[in-house]
């Protein structure tokens, strides 16, 4: 199992980003770091983690799941990343886990999968006007879910985010035993 980190190249919210990465690890699912470029990207906290990808670098059909990490960066240089968001709506579209946290759910509303889906956001006036505009139904709660897309609202939600995206992952929608569905 695999997953994507999408973070901004700077300003992208640093406990955001390490909840969710110590989840995986704990978890023993791996992930790659994406960004809009590949190279050293700069969290507001001064925390410094290195993109492995550029979104275009990015083969969904290789993850099981995509997590946008949040920060005043997201807003930046991630809200207007077309490739970003019709990545979005492809991991959506197949059924794989969608994850955003802070204003990064912007990226999800933009790219249409948030239309009469529960989900949160930072309470910042142009974050919450952009989920109405994707039709999103926008809950001031800390972590919210509406099917395999998890949304959260920011830092002090980033714990639990993270451990409703490795429950969400490690999931088997099946409920047998082996993991493997149904026998035929």
């Not at 770091?33 to 410094?48: D, V």
């Not at 490739?83 to 994850?99: N, P, Q």
Request: glycine share 8%; aromatic share 8%; with cysteine.
């Amino acid at each position: 199992m695999k997953v994507v980190l999408a973070v901004a190249p700077e300003k992208f919210r640093d406990e955001e980003l390490a909840e969710p990465m110590a989840a995986l690890k704990q978890a023993n699912i791996s992930f790659d770091i994406a960004s809009t470029r590949p190279g050293t990207c700069t969290g507001m906290l001064g925390a410094k983690v290195n993109a492995n990808l550029s979104f275009d670098d990015i083969d969904p059909k290789n993850y099981d799941g995509l997590i946008v990490i949040g920060g005043s960066g997201s807003q930046t240089y991630l809200w207007e990343d077309e490739l970003l968001v019709r990545l979005a709506g492809f991991f959506a579209e197949t059924d794989k886990v969608v994850a955003a946290i802070c204003l990064a759910p912007v990226v999800l509303a933009r790219s249409g999968i948030l239309k009469q889906k529960k989900a949160t956001v930072y309470n910042s006036q142009t974050a919450v006007f952009e989920m109405k505009k994707g039709h999103a139904v926008v809950l001031n709660d800390p972590v919210v879910q509406d099917g395999r897309i998890i949304t959260a609202n920011g830092p002090q939600a980033a714990k639990a985010f993270a451990a409703a995206v490795v429950k969400e992952l490690t999931s088997d929608p099946w409920g047998t035993p082996s993991g493997k569905g149904f026998q035929f």
